[in-house]
Structures are given as structure tokens and as C-alpha cells.
């Protein structure tokens, strides 16, 4: 369960990195790619904060993930360099970044779902009673 203060710092975080994504991290690795904050999990004593990603690159391809991941890497220091301006902080967390999931396994279990054959309620058959008492 994340504390009240390690979930508004995430949330911070969030909003810096998404931003700074938009406007000013050029490299080329993300080029190309829509790429949204997700989440970030702050550690307990703020000194680690891993921020998920959604990586949309126009092909399902792993690839493009997986750099888009190496780019955002090598644009830590600059993301935390604008963290510790914005957010007054004794020390700025480090960042690990992560490609969230959560979209690709959403889709895959409704597709189970669709995939199993379940009836409606009103045609699934209902035990009758028979009306004794045992």
C-alpha cells in the first residue's frame, strides 16, 4: 500500500516525466513513439521510483519497446535534474523505467472471457426444489 507521501511524490513524478516527454527529451530512440506514464511506484524511503510506461509505436514489435526503454535510460539525469528543481526534496529519487502490461494482459483476458461459451442468466437452468422438507 503506497503512504500519502510516497503516492503524491509518484504522482509528481508522473506529471514532470509525462511533460517532459512531450516537450523537451529529444533522443531518437523515442521518436516516433507515443509513450505515456503509466505509474510510478515511489519506495518507502523515496530514494527509488520505478516508472511504468505504455510504449505505442505503431507495430506490436518488442523492439521498439525495448529501446524506447534504453532512451528513457539515458534521459534519468535529466528527468531527475528537473524533479529536484520542481519538487522540494533532500534527495531525488533514482528512476528505473518499466514497460507496463497491463493493456496487452487487459485484452488477452477479455479474449478469454469472449472465448468461453457461457450462457445468459435467464437460460442458464436453475435446481428445482421439490418441495420437501428433509
Given at each position: 500500500?503506497?503512504?500519502?507521501?510516497?503516492?503524491?511524490?509518484?504522482?509528481?513524478?508522473?506529471?514532470?516525466?509525462?511533460?517532459?516527454?512531450i516537450t523537451e527529451v529529444k533522443?531518437?530512440?523515442?521518436?516516433?513513439?507515443?509513450?505515456?506514464?503509466?505509474?510510478?511506484?515511489?519506495?518507502?524511503?523515496?530514494?527509488?521510483?520505478?516508472?511504468?510506461?505504455?510504449?505505442?509505436?505503431?507495430?506490436?514489435?518488442?523492439?521498439?519497446?525495448?529501446?524506447?526503454?534504453?532512451?528513457?535510460?539515458?534521459?534519468t539525469g535529466l528527468f531527475r535534474?528537473?524533479?529536484?528543481?520542481?519538487?522540494?526534496?533532500?534527495?531525488?529519487?533514482?528512476?528505473?523505467?518499466?514497460?507496463?502490461?497491463?493493456?496487452?494482459?487487459?485484452?488477452?483476458?477479455?479474449?478469454?472471457?469472449?472465448?468461453?461459451?457461457?450462457?445468459?442468466?435467464?437460460?442458464?437452468?436453475?435446481?428445482?426444489?421439490?418441495?420437501?422438507d428433509e
Amino acid at each position: 500500500m503506497k503512504g500519502h507521501r510516497t503516492g503524491r511524490l509518484g504522482e509528481e513524478i508522473k506529471k514532470i516525466v509525462g511533460a517532459m516527454l512531450i516537450t523537451e527529451v529529444k533522443d531518437p530512440r523515442l521518436q516516433g513513439k507515443i509513450i505515456s506514464v503509466t505509474d510510478v511506484d515511489v519506495s518507502r524511503d523515496g530514494s527509488y521510483a520505478t516508472c511504468y510506461v505504455s510504449v505505442m509505436a505503431g507495430t506490436n514489435d518488442k523492439t521498439a519497446e525495448e529501446e524506447a526503454v534504453e532512451g528513457l535510460r539515458s534521459a534519468t539525469g535529466l528527468f531527475r535534474k528537473e524533479i529536484g528543481k520542481q519538487v522540494k526534496l533532500r534527495r531525488v529519487p533514482e528512476l528505473t523505467f518499466k514497460i507496463d502490461n497491463s493493456l496487452e494482459y487487459g485484452l488477452h483476458i477479455e479474449n478469454v472471457i469472449k472465448g468461453l461459451d457461457i450462457k445468459p442468466e435467464e437460460e442458464v437452468e436453475s435446481p428445482e426444489e421439490d418441495g420437501e422438507d428433509e
